[in-house]
């Protein structure tokens, strides 16, 4: 399959040659060392999300460094899983905001009905060793600045939430005055102090989509 085929529009903000650079190191890690997401899901989150669509970018660290855990969209857990990570279970309480009276609740535990709704999820780095937070941070960091400096320069008006530290470094190559940044602890730091991510967030990311786009978000079906 072809580089335009694979990414469609999304050739259009993807550094080639970095992309190239990242994968052959990531082509040696594979092979030698025990890796997540399974290798044919490391750009799934470019496949899911409609670069036409695009209105958010939700930039986090890396996967789940548990074995089969990481789905190759951040924070995304598989769509049968009945213990979510803790990550994800912030989230989740948070978008649905159990303080109110709800119906009943239908929650995507993949993430990909946000996607599709124009959110990338997106980690710093798309891949780590098993068992090794960060491994490959280092491998990811050009292939990503370019993806957020280019994103920032060929379009308006996107959200950017940088989640965590490690987002935060990207901050310098978004462009504030077509923008709008919005900087979050890791959802992990309210799992690890239990803490509650404010509802609210959500609140306001559905509010200025709606302002910048025309349209909510729906961050979960009622029925």
């Given at each position: ?17 970095e ?7 990531i ?54 899983t ?54 490959h ?11 957020i ?67 909510k ?7």
């Amino acid at each position: 399959m072809s580089f335009k085929s694979y990414f469609k529009d999304w050739v259009n903000v993807i550094d080639r040659v970095e992309l190239n650079k990242a994968v052959s190191l990531i082509n040696e890690c594979y092979k030698n060392k025990e890796c997540t997401p399974e290798y044919k899901d490391i750009f799934k989150v470019f496949n899911i999300t409609p670069y036409y669509n695009l209105s958010q970018v939700w930039l986090f660290q890396d996967p789940y460094p548990q074995k089969g855990v990481a789905t190759g969209i951040a924070i995304g857990n598989h769509k049968n899983t009945t213990v979510l990570s803790p990550s994800l279970e912030v989230i989740k309480e948070s978008a649905i905001n159990f303080e109110i009276p709800h119906n009943c609740i239908n929650f995507d535990n993949s993430l990909e009905d946000w996607c599709k709704q124009g959110i990338l999820l997106l980690n710093s780095a798309l891949t780590t060793e098993v068992n090794k937070v960060g491994s490959h941070i280092n491998i990811w960091y050009p292939f990503i600045k370019s993806l957020i400096k280019n994103l920032s320069n060929n379009n308006t008006c996107l959200i950017f939430v940088l989640w965590g530290s490690s987002a935060k470094m990207f901050e310098p190559y978004i462009d504030k005055r077509f923008h709008r940044v919005i900087k979050v602890n890791h959802p992990s730091w309210y799992a690890r102090t239990n803490s509650i991510l404010p509802p609210s967030l959500f609140y306001t990311l559905s509010s200025l989509n709606e302002r910048f786009y025309g349209n909510k978000i729906n961050w979960y079906k009622e029925y």
